[in-house]
């Protein structure tokens, strides 16, 4: 029977980028899946929350290392001012973030982001928002209080008096261009 290779940290660093979405738990590079329109228009969403608070920075499909071997991808990852440093741009892996983000998709299991929830916050997120696209609700957790909040605004123990509503990042009514051609 053939054994899987576990890879490195450094090893998973030094991966040529084929456009596949992983992480690296335990040396084993694990496929995600691919979000649907929804997953991703939400992500972006509360990215550009995030950057429009005008402090800190945000990025889209974060990777950083959590615990021992493990390379975690969250949706969204936000460091506080002068966290994330000019040497941090150009290095594959990025910090441990003070803010970490996950969209829920219909394909996720419930035990796995209650697991990742709380890998991240050992590992040192300050605090951890899972949205639910399917209710439209958000879990909140901060570390050394647990889940503090369900509910229709975000908010964080690292962005204190920040609101940000959940309608503010779920699509409305957004209008579409038809496929069809019109006839003349």
């Known amino acids: 029977m053939a054994t899987k290779a576990l890879l490195t940290v450094e090893q998973y660093e030094q991966l040529p980028d084929i456009g596949v979405r992983t992480e690296l738990v335990d040396g084993e590079v694990i496929e995600l899946a691919t979000g ?29 290392r959590t615990l021992g071997s493990r390379i975690r991808r969250a949706d969204v990852a936000w460091f506080a001012p002068g966290r994330f440093i000019q040497s941090d741009w150009s290095r594959p892996i990025m910090p441990v973030p003070d803010l970490a983000v996950e969209v829920v998709s219909h394909n996720d299991l419930a035990a796995d982001v209650r697991d990742k929830v709380h890998e991240y916050l050992d590992a040192g997120v300050i605090s951890v928002w899972i949205i639910y696209l399917n209710t439209r609700e958000a879990d909140i957790w901060n570390r050394g209080r647990g889940l503090t909040a369900v509910s229709d605004n975000l908010t964080a123990d690292c962005l204190p008096g920040v609101a940000i509503p959940l309608e503010r990042i779920f699509p409305g009514n957004i209008e579409c261009e038809s496929s069809s051609a019109s006839s003349s």
Not at 49 to 54: D, H, N
């Open 36 to 64: 649907n329109p929804l997953h991703s228009w939400v992500r972006d969403e509360t990215r550009s929350a995030l950057r429009g608070l005008g402090t800190g920075v945000a990025f889209a499909e974060a990777e950083f």
